[in-house]
């Protein structure tokens, strides 16, 4: 630790201080703002939730989620992430690719779209699907006439979480291949590589941890999403439910321990992709580091 | 193998970075492209590599043209200011990859690839290295492995874009030296970037000298040192001095006294002297000369720098002098230039 010049024989090390340390007073006073913000708002709601879940022990946990139709939300809240992850994985890499090595007429306006499921809200994005495949819409009919159901059915709840969710992977990416620039990729080329080759041994091995948090906040909030897809859902007991829309129903019906077993759940799911993240960071640390420093 | 560059014009957007360029390189030669930022001499380097392409001309690979290939069928090595190595391999595999990604039938065994690579790390002095990650090795480690890695595919031509822009001063040197016994030894056809005027002289067979995206001057170093054909090239190239003088009867004149030097064959009017540093006889305080009163006098290394006032305005004159010569501030000198070329006006560098 460097000593401050201030700090001569008579002065005790309490005021050895750094010219950016604040006071004591100022230091822990920030801290216990944090902590106390954390503890109040994170840990204090997770602890109900698990403790509500498993207020009648840990059966009745297990029986209410073998309950039919709480297990088809379980079913579906996983088949809609299973398709809309790789989807905006799919687009948040080639919208990334395309923002940061090329140049081209409209590369702002697509920056500013790409945010756009963030600033709208998302029961507004929910309506926007309603009113684009309703019955009173344009395709809405033709749809119908050949027996495509996409609203109150598993297709509009995919695209509405695709919606809802695409920003993810690309805003990871963007500012991480902006730095990156494009000479590796030059060195590669220059080397006889194919363009596939170039992509797939340079250019991925380069972002594949923006990638994977990308993927794992992206994997994160199609679980959790309610507001557009309870909008395009249509809450049809055992087939369009999702999780967070099941929470919703059972909470409606007193059924509490149902409830929070499904929002427990839920929350198991979070943290695991939490967990996740964590361990894969300490474990490559030293990789990481690398990539960022060379 | 022989690279000739035709009537190459680039632009980029509205910008010419390129005007109308011709340049024929040498099979086995190493040639350095030397000018300022902004001189379009790193575009042209890209444009040989395929990394560009030329709005307008031709780049000839041998008797055949390269301009519609692609920077992968061109088989050239590029090696980049800023190594541009791939960071989650490790050396050996970086300097392998050439050979790696080729087609099955033309990719020799893995076997023969690792010996190839190792082979080429020992040339580079790195052997012993090559599990090393790029992040375990110094900058000019790395700037090796980056050679070692365009030379592996066995290259066309081996295009290097400012090389040692990145190292410092000392480990610059040493690499120069380095590349010149790489080059002596493979006899790769080569071309590298780069500002720095000591670097291009020391290091190349001949020197392209490019400002606004023109080339000056094409030579050898000497020649180009010793006779530089524009005002720009004089005053890019080394240390110069310039002074606005007159040409009359066969002599220079700056006001009313003639510097002793004699111009026969110049036609009469203003022009501009130029001169370097060294290329100075002192004499004594006599007609025929230059005058002046010393100003600032410096001790650089083994020379004497002398500034010296010659009564124009804006218009100091720095002569080199032996270091045991006394040449106090306020004094007087007289020289007279041994070398120097005259350009006319209009045109001053």
């Not at chain 2, 690279?3 to 014009?9: A, K, L, Y």
């Amino acid at each position: 630790m460097a000593h401050d010049f201030t700090s001569t024989g008579h002065h005790t090390s309490e005021t050895v201080r750094t010219a950016t340390s604040e006071s004591r007073l100022a230091r822990y006073g920030l801290i216990a703002t944090a902590l106390c913000f954390v503890a109040l708002f994170l840990l204090l709601p997770l602890a109900v939730v698990f403790t509500e879940a498993l207020r009648n022990g840990p059966g009745e946990f297990l029986t209410v989620l073998r309950d039919p139709e709480t297990f088809s939300a379980i079913r579906l809240t996983l088949l809609v992430a299973a398709i809309a992850v790789p989807l905006n994985l799919v687009f948040g890499v080639c919208a990334a690719w395309a923002i940061a090595k090329y140049e081209f007429k409209g590369k702002a306006f697509l920056t500013t779209l790409i945010d756009l499921p963030f600033s709208v809200s998302p029961v507004v994005s929910g309506l926007i699907f309603v009113l684009l495949f309703g019955s009173h819409s344009l395709i809405g009919p033709w749809l119908q006439s050949h027996g495509i159901q996409i609203l109150f059915a598993v297709p509009g709840i995919v695209i509405a979480t695709v919606f809802i969710t695409f920003p993810f992977v690309a805003r990871e990416l963007i500012p991480l291949m902006q730095e990156q620039g494009t000479s590796d990729e030059e060195a590669a080329l220059s080397l006889g590589a194919s363009g596939w080759q170039t992509f797939w041994y340079v250019t991925l091995p380069n972002i594949k941890w923006g990638l994977l948090y990308g993927v794992l906040l992206c994997n994160a909030r199609a679980m959790g999403e309610f507001g557009a897809v309870s909008v395009v859902s249509g809450h049809i007991r055992g087939l369009t439910n999702t999780m967070p829309l099941q929470v919703e129903i059972l909470y409606n019906e007193y059924n509490f321990v149902a409830a929070f077993a499904v929002a427990a759940l839920l929350a198991l799911l979070a943290l695991v992709t939490l967990i996740l993240k964590t361990l894969l960071e300490m474990k490559f640390s030293a990789q990481i580091a690398a990539s960022r420093r060379h | 193998m022989e690279v000739r560059v035709q009537n190459i014009r680039k632009e980029f957007g509205r910008f010419p970075a390129l005007n109308d360029v011709s340049l024929d390189i040498r099979s086995g030669e190493l040639i350095a492209l030397l000018g300022p930022s902004g001189s379009g001499k790193t575009t042209l380097l890209r444009l040989i590599a395929g990394l560009e392409t030329p709005t307008e001309g031709t780049v000839y690979f041998g008797e055949e043209d390269a301009s519609k290939k692609t920077v992968q069928e061109r088989n050239i090595g590029f090696v980049f200011q800023h190594y541009a190595l791939f960071r989650h391999m490790t050396v050996l595999d970086n300097v392998s990859f050439g050979l790696k990604v080729r087609k099955a039938s033309r990719r020799p065994p893995a076997a023969e690839i690792r010996a190839r690579a190792l082979e080429l790390l020992e040339l580079v002095q790195l052997g012993g290295l090559e599990k090393r990650y790029p992040a375990q090795l110094s900058g000019g480690q790395r700037q090796r492995v980056a050679l070692a890695r365009a030379m592996a595919v066995e290259p066309n031509v081996l295009l290097l874009d400012e090389p040692f822009g990145a190292l410092d001063a000392q480990v610059r040197k040493e690499l120069r030296r380095w590349l010149r016994e790489i080059h002596d030894r493979t006899g790769h056809t080569t071309v590298f970037v780069t500002h720095d005027q000591d670097e291009a002289l020391e290091l190349a067979d001949r020197v392209v000298v490019m400002s606004k995206g023109k080339i000056e001057q094409i030579g050898t170093p000497d020649e180009i040192y010793d006779q530089p054909n524009s005002p720009f090239v004089f005053g890019f190239i080394g240390e110069s001095n310039i002074i606005p003088v007159r040409v009359g009867n066969g002599q220079l004149w700056i006001g009313d006294r003639s510097i002793g030097v004699s111009a026969s064959g110049e036609a009469d009017g203003l022009a501009h002297l130029y001169f370097r540093p060294h290329d100075v006889e002192l004499l004594d305080d006599s007609d025929g000369s230059i005058a002046g009163t010393v100003a600032v006098s410096r001790r650089v290394a083994g020379t004497r720098h002398v500034e010296l006032d010659i009564g124009i305005s804006d218009c100091r004159v720095e002569i080199e002098l032996p270091p045991e010569m006394a040449a106090a501030d306020g004094s007087r000198l007289a020289f007279r230039p041994t070398r120097w070329r005259l350009f006319r006006e209009g045109a001053a560098g």
